[in-house]
C-alpha cells in the first residue's frame, strides 16, 4: 500500500498545491500561504445573532429578517476578499476548501446545538451559470455538507438574472431580488414528505443580506419552520454601498 503523505508529496512536485488567496504554489497539506495567512480577517465574538457580524459592526436595527440566525467566519477583506475573487470569477475551485472549513468550525459557535436537516445553496440564474459554468456556493456548500454530515439538497431556483448585488447601493439590493427567487418543485415535496424543517443556506458573501433573505422567505413559504444562514465571507457597514 502506497503512503499517502509521500504520494500527496510526489504529486504536489508534478501539480503544485495553490495558496487559495494568491495561487502561488504552497507547502503540501497547506490551504494558505505564509504571506496571505495574516490576511485573513476573522469574525471574532461576541456575534450579533442576526447579521452574524462582531456586535460593533451590526446594523441590524430596523431591518425584517426571515432567517433565524446568521454566520461568517471572514470579513469581505484583504486575503479572504482575494480568495472568494478567485473562486468565484478564476475558476479557482480549490479555494472553496478553505471556506467550508472554517464555516464548519463556525456554525456550533454561532448556532449552538442547532440540527440541521439539510444543507442547500443560493442559486444562480441559469445564464449566469451557463457562463461561469459553476455555482460557487453549492461547492461551499457540498463541502460544508459533507464537513457536518448533512445531506446536500438543492431546493431553490433563481427564475431570470438580475443585476449583480455589487453593482447596485445598499438601498436597491432588497428590489432588485423581490420575486426572483423560488423553490424547485421537487424540493417542495421534499419539504412537506421529508418533514424538511430547519434548513442550513450558505452562499459566498454577504452585503446587506437582501438575497439570502429572500431566500429564507421563500423556503418558509413552502414549510421551512427555521433557517439558518452562512457565507463565507460578510461586509461591514462602512463598505455596503461600495
Do not use: W
Not at 419552520?225 to 460578510?234: D, G, I, K, L, M
Amino acid at each position: 500500500m502506497v503512503n499517502r503523505n509521500l504520494f500527496q508529496r510526489v504529486l504536489s512536485l508534478i501539480y503544485p498545491e495553490r495558496c487559495c488567496c494568491c495561487a502561488k504554489p504552497i507547502v503540501c497539506g497547506k490551504l494558505v500561504c505564509d504571506a496571505c495567512y495574516p490576511g485573513l480577517v476573522q469574525i471574532l465574538p461576541p456575534f450579533c445573532p442576526e447579521c452574524g457580524l462582531n456586535k460593533q459592526d451590526c446594523s441590524c436595527k430596523g431591518h425584517q429578517r426571515f432567517t433565524d440566525g446568521c454566520a461568517s467566519p471572514f470579513y469581505h477583506e484583504k486575503s479572504a476578499k482575494s480568495a472568494l475573487h478567485l473562486l468565484k470569477f478564476a475558476g479557482k475551485t480549490y479555494g472553496a476548501e478553505l471556506f467550508s472549513l472554517y464555516m464548519a468550525g463556525l456554525i456550533k459557535q454561532a448556532f449552538g446545538d442547532v440540527k440541521f436537516d439539510c444543507v442547500t445553496s443560493v442559486p444562480l440564474s441559469s445564464a449566469v451559470l451557463q457562463k461561469r459554468r459553476y455555482n460557487q456556493s453549492l461547492i461551499i456548500a457540498k463541502g460544508l455538507a459533507g464537513r457536518l454530515k448533512v445531506p446536500y439538497k438543492e431546493l431553490l431556483i433563481k427564475k431570470f438574472e438580475t443585476t449583480p448585488q455589487r453593482q447596485l447601493p445598499a438601498y436597491q439590493r432588497s428590489g432588485n431580488v423581490l420575486g426572483v427567487f423560488d423553490v424547485l418543485p421537487k424540493a417542495a415535496e421534499f419539504i412537506e414528505s421529508e418533514g424538511c424543517k430547519t434548513v442550513l443556506l450558505v452562499d459566498d458573501t454577504v452585503t446587506t443580506g437582501a438575497t439570502i433573505n429572500e431566500c429564507a422567505k421563500m423556503l418558509k413559504l413552502y414549510g421551512v419552520e427555521r433557517v439558518y444562514a452562512v457565507t463565507a465571507t460578510a461586509s461591514r457597514l462602512k463598505d455596503r454601498d461600495r
